[in-house]
């Protein structure tokens, strides 16, 4: 049993895979070829926004969004602290100081009342400069994105969607990719729309900050391409991941249905034993995981009994981000994230992706009960 079965997804796809990878290799143009500007227009079709531009992986899709926004040292940038390092990690690539906010603990994203005595906080400390937020779709559940955008509009602080886990999600209709005034998403293989190694993508319907990232994506290049009008980075999707992609693309929402209903399934046998993710009203996750927390037995004993039976897990994320040591020097201890903490100490993700069989999901199940 795969946690996540890529080589089921390829062999479903092989046919389309292969003749959209051959006919790359047919044309030769590796670099920003006819494949990655087709992808992006079937991104930002499908996001709903003016512009989906595709870059070098996630990780650059959220730094190059700050450096659109031109934020650099002495700023203040809030995130979650329950996320993957790179949510944190662009903030300080940029210069600025990453604000670690705690999370809510049915959503697992960023607390919009937390957010709001942070940037209350660093307001009365005075040393920084409070300019953008970086809401995180945990688990492909999209943040409180209307709550997000009141706290921080009054104080001109910019919202940035870190959709790396949530492309496919909505709230309201409104998919992942078009919260914010921009929104970062990923393609590594493990993520909802995977490719075949790294490559990413930024989503705006600011037609400045469209041309702004398209520029930084190539070295900060300007209408020539050999005089560099800004200070950018090497940091282009692939012509042969765009191909993958758009194989992909053609089942994405099937792909989507299925995780939903694995989802749904999971979410009715396990409720009684494991707190399962609930998502508000209006708000579709794109299952990018599935992750519980037992309600009575210890996480340790779950997972050694999940692995005696042969079903996979993984613990995202077992050490909050102000605690990273990396980062541990900017937060006094005593302020802390008490939400974040408690739930890296509890969570647990099950196997989740659109090919599997329903006796491994019976499989899984039974050993969890
Ligand atoms: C995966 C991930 C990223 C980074 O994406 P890469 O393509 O691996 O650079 C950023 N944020 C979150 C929340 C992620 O899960």
């Known amino acids: 049993m795969e946690f996540i079965d890529l080589k089921a997804q390829y062999v479903a796809l092989k046919g389309e895979i292969d003749r959209r990878i051959a006919a790359v290799l047919d044309h030769g143009q590796y670099i920003l070829g006819p494949e990655v500007q087709e992808l992006e227009a079937l991104l930002a079709n499908f996001a709903g926004v003016e512009h989906a531009i595709g870059v070098g992986n996630g990780t650059d899709a959220l730094q190059l969004a700050l450096m659109a926004l031109e934020i650099g040292p002495g700023d203040a940038v809030f995130t979650s602290a329950f996320s993957f390092v790179a949510s944190a990690e662009v903030i300080s690539l940029v210069g600025a100081t990453p604000v670690f906010v705690d999370i809510d603990a049915s959503s697992y994203n960023i607390s ?5 005595d942070s940037i209350t906080a660093v307001l009365s400390a005075g040393r920084l400069k409070p300019k953008a937020v970086i809401g995180v779709d945990m688990f492909g559940l999209p943040a409180d994105y209307p709550a997000l955008t009141a706290v921080s509009e009054g104080y001109g602080i910019a919202v940035i969607e870190d959709g790396a886990q949530s492309f496919g999600a909505s709230i309201d209709g409104r998919r992942s990719g078009s919260f914010g005034v ?8 493990a993520k909802p729309l995977g490719c075949y190694g790294d490559g990413g993508a930024v989503f705006t319907n600011d037609d400045r900050l469209a041309d702004v990232v398209k520029s930084l994506r190539v070295h900060g290049k300007g209408r020539d ?3 560099n009008v800004r200070i950018g980075m090497n940091s282009r999707l692939d012509t042969i991941q765009a191909a993958i992609l758009l194989a992909k693309m053609q089942v994405f929402d099937q792909e989507l249905d299925r995780r939903r209903e694995i989802a749904k399934i999971y979410g009715e046998s396990l409720r009684e034993k494991y707190v399962v993710p609930e998502s508000a009203a209006g708000y579709v996750s794109a299952w990018a995981q599935y992750t519980v927390r037992p309600r009575y037995e210890n996480r340790d004993r779950v997972i050694s009994n999940l692995r005696d039976r042969g079903v996979p897990t993984a613990i995202y994320y077992g050490k909050p981000l102000h605690l990273q040591t990396a980062f541990a020097k900017l937060m006094p201890k005593s302020d802390g994230c008490p939400v974040a903490e408690k739930i890296s100490t509890e969570v647990l993700s099950l196997p989740m992706h659109p090919y599997m069989s329903e006796e491994d ?8 009960i």
């Open 225 to 227: 391409k050999y005089d």
């Open 361 to 368: 999901l019976e499989e899984i199940i039974a050993a969890l």
């Open 182 to 189: 921009l929104a970062a998403t990923s393609f590594f293989p």
């Open 112 to 116: 919009p009342e937390a957010l709001a």
